[in-house]
């Protein structure tokens, strides 16, 4: 995944900020300061855009990642477009140490133009911080 970006969005939206900072192993990370919570944890969000997905096919998720508060946050990809359904999703455990996190997606349906994210970061004050993010065909 080539870049990423920071997502708040909503209703009531979440306060947060993204920077790039330095990461592990002498890489650069994207690091999102959630200031302020939203109404819904999905309120502060990394995501990818124009990613064809294929539900024929398994992708191999990889990437490191902590955070400054020990807590569950998950990854999948999902439609594009309203209403943003998720195809395949997994949970994972971030803490302050960085942490390689490696799982596999199936989606469920085919999307021309899905999306990769990152999400739950909104739901409470926290620094997250992700580095090295690949997706690819299995």
Do not use: C
Not at 89 to 96: A, C, I, K, L, R
């Amino acid at each position: 995944i080539a870049a990423l970006a920071a997502s708040v969005a909503g209703a009531a939206p979440a306060v947060a900020d993204a920077t790039i900072s330095d990461g592990p192993d002498g890489l650069r990370a994207l690091t999102i300061e959630v200031v302020e919570p939203g109404d819904a944890d999905w309120k502060v969000q990394i995501l990818q855009r124009g990613i064809p997905l294929r539900s024929d096919k398994r992708y191999r998720v990889t990437f490191q990642a902590r955070s400054s508060v020990k807590r569950w946050i998950g990854s999948g990809v999902s439609q594009a477009e309203a209403p943003y359904r998720m195809l395949a999703y997994h949970n994972f455990e971030v803490g302050p140490e960085w942490t390689r996190v490696t799982f596999f997606l199936r989606p469920d349906s085919d999307a021309a133009l899905g999306r990769f994210v990152i999400s739950g970061l909104g739901a409470a004050p926290a620094v997250f911080a992700i580095a090295d993010v690949s997706m690819i065909e299995d």
